[in-house]
């Protein structure tokens, strides 16, 4: 069983696919949804969760790819595998026969970005023309499926459309990066993220509205506070690894990388501080600092083999994980209990130092397979961290409506 | 201001422990640059600090909804003993600045009478707005913030959507409450408040 699906039916307590009901759309033949327990909520994070991958992967493919360096072949795997867990959502909603060509279309269109890359690195106008064109082709096709399979919910030109800014996004940031213009690159680089989980939502609407059997709604405050949680503790990992491996191998990009990390902790103290105060958010900023300050040391250890030092980054990263747990716990009321953020933060650990490690070995295959569980990882804290958080939000938010008529208008 | 001291003694003594692939139509995605290696340069990673300081949004001083015909300046409100919203005086447009300020991530807050004893106030015309209208908020500084309404909602006060409200949010977005519905005589209060979300438009 794949990723995704794993992910649906752990949250969802044991969805399958049962039922051959079928209804032909044209495009897309639907099977009709018979897994009860698959919430709305948990399709939408999915979603998000995927297709934010994705772009995550793709730009980091490109990268590699374009700079010629020894980790294309592992990070395009990572990208491959992606594209895997994504089949296996759209194949748990409109079965075999939509997932084999939604598979189609999307690694083709993976291929269209490589061939890009390759004509930008290789001078070559030709090639790049050639792949923006059936880029622009892609686009149109995955509109005419997507169209079918949301019985006209999503129309061909509408997609059309979110998937323009997607090819714009990947081809703007690796031409920056190529040009050398790293910091424009990582800034793009998170506007890919961001709309990726904009695709998302309406995907799960559209799909929600037109097919039975997911319980609960997409929309709704709590599950937005999960979304954007998961979106930014998810590109924390992400950059915070990608940051390590530039900085363990001596990248241009580095400090660009950091950069778009430090935008992330601005980010996530901004929604800390709406939770915790403004004080809480101060507090909540100097701890996460202080972790990302002990990675990169732990990085700088590594790369220079110095073994005293990644154990000093590594003991610093141990208390960190305590005063933090202790930080949430005390912060939430007990909402957010420290046992659980203590035993998340051990992960989170455990899987940035293990892919800095292996990926400064040249075992890039493993730095990469770790980074997709801690990439995971983080929309599992996301969920736990929103559930404390709407618990203790339950007393602190302001009680009732408010009094603001006398009725002179009204008598 | 109170939002800034919403988490109390216990965090404080907490604070002080703490200072210290595919392929396309002719498959080829085995066609890629050769390898390189970069030089090793760690003068960057080694200088690395994380950011420390947050952004913090200036306190808002007025607002302007141009659809409805409301501008003024904006007083402060809290939060009564019982966590019930204080009340703004009559003609006041008030933040509520125990929760988010305008442009910050999480809801931001502001109040109106929809009426006095003797005729409209300042929310009078609030529930005439829709989606697209535009709230003008002007924070200290001069910088002018644009929300954007997305909906109006009517609720009655004994069941008021209040994690609708004041569940906290990623993005900057903006809440316009006042009374509305049925005027109840005889508990001298309009059953219902109406409630404009709106979000914060980004160039």
């Given amino acids: ?17 049962a039922t051959t009901t079928t209804t032909d759309t044209g495009h897309v033949t639907n099977v009709a949804n018979s897994q009860t327990q698959v919430t709305a909520e948990e399709l939408r994070i999915t979603l998000e969760q995927q297709l934010g991958q994705h772009a995550l992967l793709a730009i980091e493919a490109m990268r590699a790819g374009v700079d010629g360096q020894e980790h294309y072949d592992a990070a395009a795997a990572a990208l491959g595998k992606n594209t895997e867990d994504l089949t296996e959502s759209i194949r748990l909603v409109y079965g075999d026969e939509a997932a084999s060509k939604f598979n189609t279309l999307w690694t083709n269109h993976i291929g269209f970005f490589v061939d ?120 924390h990992a992400q950059l915070a690894m990608e940051a ?11 400090n660009a990388i950091a950069g778009a990390l430090n935008d992330n902790t601005e980010d996530l103290t901004a929604a800390m501080s709406s939770v915790f105060g403004e004080e809480g958010g101060q507090a909540f900023m100097k701890m996460w600092a202080n972790h990302i300050d002990f990675f990169v040391q732990y990085t700088v250890g590594l790369a220079e083999g110095d073994k005293a030092a990644q154990d000093a980054a590594l003991k610093r990263l141990e208390q960190y994980r305590q005063d933090f747990a202790q930080f949430l716990d005390t912060a939430s009321q007990g909402n957010i209990p420290s046992e659980v953020v203590a035993e998340s933060l051990q992960s989170h650990v455990n ?13 890039y ?47 | ?42 003068g960057a990673v080694k200088s690395y600090r994380s950011v420390r300081v947050p952004e913090s949004m200036p306190e808002p001083v007025a607002v302007s909804i141009p659809a409805i015909d409301v ?6 409100t809290g939060l009564n003993d019982d966590r019930s919203l204080e009340v703004p005086e009559f003609g006041e447009l008030s933040w509520f600045a125990e929760g ?104």
């Avoid at chain 1, 390590?244 to 580095?254: H, N, W």
């Avoid at chain 1, 929103?386 to 009680?399: L, Q």
């Avoid at chain 2, 201001?1 to 595919?22: D, E, S, W, Y």
């Avoid at chain 2, 501008?71 to 402060?76: A, F, S, V, W």
């Fill in chain 1, 116 to 235: 890009y890359t390759t004509g930008l690195a290789k001078g070559d106008k030709a090639k790049q023309q050639k792949a923006l064109k059936q880029l622009d082709q892609y686009r149109q096709d995955f509109g005419a499926f997507l169209e079918g399979a949301t019985n006209g919910k999503l129309t061909q030109s509408a997609v059309a459309e979110l998937l323009q800014h997607h090819v714009d996004q990947l081809v703007s940031q690796i031409d920056a990066y190529h040009a050398g213009d790293y910091q424009r690159a990582a800034a793009i680089e998170r506007e890919a993220y961001a709309h990726m989980f904009e695709t998302a939502q309406g995907l799960a609407s559209a799909i929600v509205s037109t097919q039975d059997g997911f319980a609960g709604s997409v929309e709704g405050q709590a599950v937005d506070l999960r979304s954007s949680l998961g979106q930014l503790l998810g590109e």
């Fill in chain 1, 244 to 254: 390590m491996r530039s900085g363990v191998a001596g990248e241009k990009d580095f």
């Fill in chain 1, 365 to 411: 295959q493993t730095a990469f397979s770790t980074g997709d569980e801690a990439y995971s990882h983080m929309y599992h804290t996301a969920e736990a961290l929103s559930a404390g958080i709407v618990a203790f939000m339950g007393g602190e938010m302001p009680s009732g409506g408010v009094e603001t008529g006398a009725g002179g208008t009204a008598k």
């Fill in chain 2, 100 to 203: 988010a300020a305008p442009g910050e991530p999480g809801p931001a807050a502001i109040l109106g009478h929809v009426d006095t004893e003797s005729g409209p106030d300042v929310f009078y015309r609030l529930r005439e707005l829709s989606t697209g209208d535009r709230v003008i908020v002007t924070v200290k500084g001069g910088e002018k913030l644009v929300f954007v309404v997305g909906r109006v909602e009517q609720h009655a006060k004994t069941r008021f959507p209040i994690e609708k409200v004041w569940l906290p949010t990623a993005e900057p977005e903006l809440r316009l409450i006042t009374c509305g519905g049925e005027f109840d005589q005889s508990r001298d209060s309009y059953r219902d408040n109406i409630i404009a979300f709106a979000s914060l438009h980004e160039e």
């Fill in chain 1, 1 to 17: 069983m794949s990723a995704a699906v794993g992910l649906l039916v752990t949250a969802c307590g044991g969805a399958t696919v």
């Fill in chain 1, 351 to 363: 899987q940035l130092v293990e892919q800095v490690k292996t990926f400064h070995a040249g075992d």
């Fill in chain 2, 1 to 42: 201001m109170a939002r800034r001291h919403r988490i109390l003694a216990p965090f404080v003594g907490l604070l002080l422990l703490l200072t210290a692939c595919g392929g396309d139509d002719d498959q080829s995605t085995t066609d890629r640059p050769g390898t390189t290696t970069a030089g090793p340069s760690l």
């Fill in chain 2, 71 to 76: 501008r003024g300046p904006l007083t402060e």
